[in-house]
């Protein structure tokens, strides 16, 4: 039996955007209007679309096979209208755009070659000799009914355009357009022919593909969960500890699934820098056993721009100039002859080539088998990769989500935006001098205007029902300031203005968003600006749209306890799965331990428990010569616990470091690098709970052997979390848990685990609290803390010294031993 053909599929908009785009990068025009006019045209389609004659038809799908040796070509898309005008039929491709019509004087060559392209499939399907192709540009606040209904060739010629719409009829008889898209498709063969052979190559190379270590426990039974999760195309939950090996638990089932046809491309999605690396080691293992594989790490455009400041645009930026003429060489030569696409080597290879390496590196992601990326490429709506995850558009991805608590937050901040009444106040005023117009002067007052009566109405957080209205006028700013910007494209205040123009389209398009899962509400700012926001408290509707795009996903941490209230932030569905990985972690290595003596509640918090804090931290630091860190839930708790740990114990032979605010990353390194050093001295870090340190770094071995959690991790009460509470509560949930507790206990965690991350680790974990005597905080404590002991601080020096007693005799080490016995005298405990 004949095997049958792989199919390799395209659309017709991306590939006569891919092929034919040519010219300079300009995203001072380009990179605002074109997307918006996309975005808010939609609704002028609509309306074009409905009020056309009973003849019309509108959003027509049409699809072309094309074989070939080796596979089956696919082209599809949708026309957006098409109606017969006597013996010819017409396809019509509509636009909006906020360009100065008038001066149009031929179509983009883009947008006709894709309605060429519609025009050729439907008349080689339909026998026709001849095809019409009409372009209609409308500028976006085009609704005139004299606009929106049939039109007969004499009216859609030029004569016929005004400033609010424009028409480009053009006839093409069907072997001239059969020859077009011919070319097209020969030009497009080179990379469907690569992306074949090369497929082909990477599935055979996983045929043989084995775990690449001995199986720790927990890990085969992750593997399993992981592969079963792709099969069935279902989402999974995994809570396992750290040094487990999520990464290559994950990532190692995931590329298989892939080999077999059950998955076209895995993202790895990730919330810090230093996850990204674990992944990229991951993926490198699997290479170095044989595994042919495409990879590459998305990198912020901040890093990437060989420019101080990015400037997008042929006059500031060398490397915009042509770059569309030069890029799809250089991205064809990476492919072809390199096996890695690290940082380092995309910015070698747009070097060479001379184009943008912020665009180039999308543009080879575009071919890659994995991608390693920041969440927002593809979950936030302002910046997720549109090449993969436009709207209506369905594939198979698998998303591997690590250290998926950090998303809760990361959701709502995605899914939400604001609006701030002083940078309305701010634009008027900078754009006064230029006389920007009646239109534009008019929305801004109008917006200002509604802004200032929310504000008298506004106590200092108030809930509002609905915006719709203020929504109008926002839409018809946008439309305003967009037109401004065309046509000032080289003033010295247009950054400012763009700033202000991304903000409020931000707030347009999440306002589409706003259903159930939102609240609305008006509050003044810690400066005191007044600010409308629109705010996602759960942000599972939306996220899963995303997911949903994708065949499966599985969302991992060393932290997602309690597990149901991952689902309900995470997914709509009722069938998902979760695993609970055991720790593989001998529980002696490690001395777990609350200070039932310490309470860090703000009505607490004086000199006395500050001195209780202090004392604990002293008693686990004196036990042994080492690294410790203590975590506050805040910086004004860590620095008054610090001013009082360095007046009554400051100690010749101990070193302290304090995290500072907005530390810059040469700074963060060089504080991490003090706890990899052979120190002299104890050193002892005081850190963040929630913060850089203390989730997502490895300090293994002798690198950090204790660490102290100080606090529930609660978050400070506000506005914003009062809005929280009340939603859940309201919602049957309790909202005290869903609001303070859980992303709270989260942090608690996180801190707590970078003390054993491998099995040769040992160490002591202090918590200080005396919360966490509670039922409500023990309860999701994860199940390898069951032998965490309750201590005083007369009783916590025996209890740490009994425990590096028996870690040094179980070890063997007589040096140990000596200096336990030297540094504990009998004296002490009498």
């Not at 996309?38 to 002028?44: E, K, N, P, S």
Request: net charge negative; charged share 30%; hydrophobic share 35%.
């Amino acid at each position: 039996m004949e095997e049958k053909k792989k199919e390799i599929r395209i659309s017709v908009r991306n590939l006569v955007e891919f092929i034919l785009r040519s010219g300079d990068l300009d995203n001072s025009s380009g990179g605002f209007g074109e997307r918006d006019a996309m975005q808010a045209g939609t609704r002028v389609h609509q309306q074009i679309q409905k009020k056309r004659g009973a003849d019309y038809r509108a959003e027509v799908p049409l699809v072309h096979e094309k074989e070939y040796e080796h596979f089956i070509l696919r082209v599809e898309g949708r026309a957006d209208g098409m109606y017969e005008d006597g013996t010819t039929t017409v396809i019509e491709e509509i636009k909006g755009t906020y360009r100065d019509l008038e001066t149009m004087e031929e179509p983009v060559p883009v947008h006709l070659a894709q309605a060429k392209c519609y025009a050729y499939i439907y008349g080689l399907q339909n026998r026709k000799e001849e095809m019409g192709v009409l372009m209609t540009y409308t500028l976006l606040s085009s609704e005139e009914e004299g606009l929106l209904r049939p039109l007969t060739k004499e009216e859609v010629k030029p004569e016929h355009s005004n400033w609010r719409i424009r028409h480009f009829l053009q006839t093409y008889k069907l072997p001239e357009l059969e020859q077009w898209f011919g070319e097209l498709l020969d030009a497009w063969f080179i990379w469907a022919e690569f992306q074949y052979q090369w497929q082909k190559a990477r599935d055979a190379s996983m045929q043989h593909l084995e775990f690449p270590f001995p199986y720790r426990k927990g890990q085969r039974e992750l593997v399993s969960g992981v592969y079963r999760t792709i099969l069935r195309k279902k989402e999974l939950f995994v809570q396992a500890p750290t040094g487990i090996g999520k990464t290559m638990s994950t990532v190692f089932p995931a590329i298989r699934a892939i080999g077999e046809g059950c998955g076209d491309r895995l993202f790895y999605l990730t919330a810090k820098t230093i996850t990204r690396t674990v992944a990229e080691e991951a993926v490198s293992i699997l290479k170095e056993k044989g595994l042919q594989f495409k990879a590459i790490t998305l990198t912020a455009k901040e890093k990437m721009c060989i420019l101080d400041e990015p400037e997008c645009d042929p006059i500031h930026c060398p490397r915009a100039k042509g770059h569309f003429d030069r890029i799809n060489a250089a991205v064809y030569e990476m492919l072809t002859e390199c096996d890695s696409y690290t940082r380092e080597e995309v910015l070698r290879q747009a070097e060479k080539w001379n184009v943008c390496p912020h665009e180039f590196q999308f543009d080879v992601a575009s071919w890659v088998d994995g991608v390693i990326c920041d969440y927002n490429y593809a979950f936030d709506p302002t910046s997720k990769l549109k090449r993969f995850f436009a709207e209506g558009t369905k594939s198979d991805y698998i998303f591997l989500i690590d250290e998926a608590h950090n998303l809760v937050e990361r959701g709502r901040d995605m899914f939400s935006a604001t609006l701030v009444k002083e940078e309305i106040l701010k634009v008027r005023q900078l754009l006064r001098p230029y006389a920007p117009g009646k239109k534009l002067e008019k929305a801004l007052n109008r917006c200002n205007h509604q802004m200032l009566v929310y504000k008298r109405e506004c106590d200092s957080c108030t809930e509002l029902e609905s915006v719709s209205t203020f929504l109008m006028m926002v839409n018809q700013l946008l439309e305003e300031l967009a037109g401004w910007l065309e046509a000032h494209k080289t003033s010295e205040i247009r950054k400012q203005v763009l700033e202000f123009y991304f903000n409020l389209r931000n707030f347009s398009e999440i306002y589409n968003l706003v259903d159930e899962n939102y609240l609305i509400y008006t509050s003044y700012l810690d400066n005191g600006d007044f600010a409308l926001r629109l705010f996602c408290v759960n942000p599972a509707e939306n996220l899963q749209q995303c997911i949903n795009q994708g065949r499966s996903a599985v969302f991992f941490s060393a932290t997602l306890l309690p597990v149901q209230y991952y689902k309900k932030m995470f997914s709509t569905n009722t069938d998902d799965y979760a695993i609970y990985v055991e720790s593989p972690f001998d529980p002696t290595k490690r001395c777990l331990a609350i200070g039932s003596e310490v309470s860090t509640k703000y009505q607490r918090r004086n000199r006395a428990e500050f001195e209780k804090i202090a004392a604990y931290l002293n008693e686990m630091i004196q036990s042994r010569k080492g690294n410790y860190m203590a975590f506050f839930p805040s910086y004004r708790l860590m620095q008054d616990v610090y001013a009082v740990y360095e007046e009554l114990y400051a100690d010749e032979n101990v070193t302290c470091l304090i995290q500072e605010s907005a530390m810059r990353e040469q700074e963060r390194e060089a504080f991490l690098e003090a706890f990899a050093k052979d120190n002299e001295k104890t050193l002892v870090g005081f850190c963040i709970m929630g913060g850089i340190f203390s989730e997502g770094i490895d300090l293994d071995g002798e690198k950090l052997i204790g660490a102290a959690v100080v606090g529930a991790g609660i978050p400070q009460v506000g506005p914003e979390r009062e809005l929280l509470k009340q939603y859940f509560d309201r919602s049957g949930e309790n909202g005290f848990d869903y609001a303070y507790r859980y992303p709270g206990m989260n942090k608690v965690l996180q801190a707590a685990g970078r003390v054993i991350r491998t099995t040769e680790d040992t160490g002591v974990i202090l918590l200080l609290d005396e919360r966490f005597r509670n039922r409500e905080y023990r309860e999701l404590f994860p199940r390898e803390w069951e032998d965490c002991r309750i201590v005083q601080r007369s009783s916590l020096p025996e209890v740490i010294h009994s425990f590096w007693e028996r870690v040094d005799c179980e070890s063997g080490s007589k040096a140990g031993q000596q200096e336990m016995k030297s540094r504990y005298s009998a004296e002490r405990y009498v």
